[in-house]
Nanobody
Framework: QAQLVESGGGSVQVGGSLRLTCAAS????????MGWFRRDSETEREGVAG???????RVADSVKGRFTISLDGAKSTVYLQMNALKPEDAAMYSC????????????????????WGQGSQVTVSS
């Protein structure tokens, strides 16, 4: 069974930075994309960033210029570097894996992703 484990969340002040890590294991042979999603108590799940196995990536407009997604294929690990954090970035962040063939642009809709981690909480205080 595929497993995704997030880490690196925590509490940070406005303007601060955090790096989330997603360690993946036992993914299907054809896993084309990994993504980061977030959800708080008041909003629907939002796609934040996604990356293909070849390194092509995409981030949501709401975090463009502040968040960066990267992939270490050898370690089956995906990172989300979050800089200049704002109060509205506070949420539970989850990583996900998309099974099947690659596509472009990298999807940021959760319906395309099959495997999910439990999430890592990010709190941003002013």
């Amino acid at each position: 069974q595929a497993q995704l484990v997030e880490s690196g969340g925590g509490s940070v002040q406005v303007g601060g930075s955090l790096r989330l890590t997603c360690a993946a294991s036992r993914l299907p042979y054809i896993t084309s994309c990994m993504g980061w999603f977030r959800r708080d108590s008041e909003t629907e799940r939002e796609g934040v960033a996604g990356i293909r196995e070849d390194g092509m990536s995409r981030v949501a407009d709401s975090v463009k210029g502040r968040f960066t997604i990267s992939l270490d294929g050898a370690k089956s690990t995906v990172y989300l570097q979050m800089n200049a954090l704002k109060p509205e970035d506070a949420a539970m962040y989850s990583c996900a894996a998309k099974e099947g063939v690659s596509q472009w642009p990298v999807p940021l809709e959760d319906k395309y992703y099959t495997y999910w981690g439990q999430g890592s909480q990010v709190t941003v205080s002013s």
